[in-house]
């Protein structure tokens, strides 16, 4: 089928489509005219998920573990979007399976079944190479699916914040918690905090492009790179707030993030201090939101909206 025709068809499935940022994909293709499937291994959740918007997504019963679940989820799709997550290791559930064979599976399911467009979710720093099994995962699951879906896009988002993240609204709520704030090593770890609307606009885009050519990789990253540092004393400046850092090696978050995802809800996670010692900003010259139209919005704005619903 020719890409062109994606505005006929307009059918896009989306993996991880109640998550954090794939309802936000959903939402943003909803509004574009397309079609939309929230695939799910607890399809009654995305009633749940959308229940306040305008256009509901079909929810469609998947789990990309199960290579036989996921056909019907993809017959006659145009564009298939794999926005599944898994940050903590659990039984079968591995990086390896979850982020390399079962995105494989699903890039491979989707190229025989004719979809035109696959967008493949993925993280800034990912790297094959890597030491960190997550890392490693992710970069070796870029390369799997690269070759099992020719011309598959990969969207690289730096840490993505919302009114409903896990990283901005912990630090807001820690700044006004802790008498002092741990560092991660000495703080000098530098991001580019992205807003996850902004990346979910930049994902609807990706797939609504007429004849899509060029770079397939993305790296979706805000506006300003701060140090781990300088975003506390930027985040504590805006909640008028003062505070007091204090550096804590690498080895001491190791020794905590293994006991803390033991605890339901993992509040720190080793895939998590992992990415935090690497600087996790846009590679210079990565196309990204601009390429796209879009200008990134500011963690000012993401702040008032987290404090709003405090
Ligand atoms: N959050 C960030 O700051 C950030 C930054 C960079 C990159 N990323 C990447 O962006 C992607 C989305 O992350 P997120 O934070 O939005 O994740 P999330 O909120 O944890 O959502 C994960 C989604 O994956 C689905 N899922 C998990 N296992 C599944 C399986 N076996 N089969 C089918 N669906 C499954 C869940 O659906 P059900 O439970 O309903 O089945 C859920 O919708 C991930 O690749 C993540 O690594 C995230």
Redesign the pocket.
């Known amino acids: 089928m020719d890409p062109d025709d994606l505005n006929t068809e307009r059918i896009v499935t989306v993996?991880?489509?109640?998550?954090?940022?794939?309802?936000r994909i959903v939402k943003r293709l909803l509004e574009r005219g397309f079609t939309v499937r929230a695939?799910?291994?607890?399809p009654a959740?995305v009633g749940q998920v959308f229940s306040s918007t305008a256009k509901l997504p079909e929810a469609v019963e998947?789990?990309?573990?199960d290579a036989s679940s996921i056909g019907s989820a993809i017959a006659g799709s145009q564009a298939i979007v794999n926005?599944?997550?898994?940050?903590v290791e659990q039984g079968a559930?591995t990086f390896e399976r979850?982020?390399v064979e079962?995105a494989a599976e699903l890039a491979a399911a989707s190229r025989a079944g004719e979809v035109d467009r696959f967008v493949q979710?993925?993280?800034?720093g990912s790297d094959p190479q890597s030491d960190s099994n997550y890392i490693r995962a992710?970069g070796r699951g870029e390369e799997a699916v690269a070759s099992a879906f020719p011309g598959a896009i990969i969207v690289?988002?730096?840490?993505?914040t919302g009114p409903d993240?896990?990283?901005l609204t912990t630090v807001v709520r820690l700044i006004r918690l802790l008498p002092v704030y741990p560092l991660f090593g000495d703080g000098g770890t530098r991001l580019q905090p992205v807003y996850?609307e902004d990346v979910a606009d930049a994902v609807s885009r990706l797939i609504d492009r007429r004849n899509h050519k060029g770079s397939s990789i993305f790296e979706f990253g805000g506006p300003r790179i701060y140090t781990y540092k300088e975003l506390l004393r930027e985040i504590a400046r805006q909640l008028d707030t003062h505070i007091r850092l204090m550096p804590v090696p690498f080895a001491a978050w190791d020794a905590l993030a293994g006991v803390a995802e033991l605890l339901p809800g993992a509040p720190i996670t080793r895939n998590q201090v992992d990415l935090m010692r690497h600087d996790n900003v846009a590679a210079i010259g990565a196309p990204g939101l601009k390429e796209l139209d879009i200008a990134p919005r500011d963690i000012e704005e993401v702040i008032r909206l987290i404090e709003r619903r405090a």
């Open positions: 993996f991880g489509g109640t998550g954090f940022l794939g309802r695939a799910s291994r607890h959740r998947a789990d990309i573990l926005a599944v997550s898994l940050y559930q979850v982020h079962a979710i993925s993280g800034i992710r690289r988002p730096a840490v993505m993240d896990v990283f996850v």
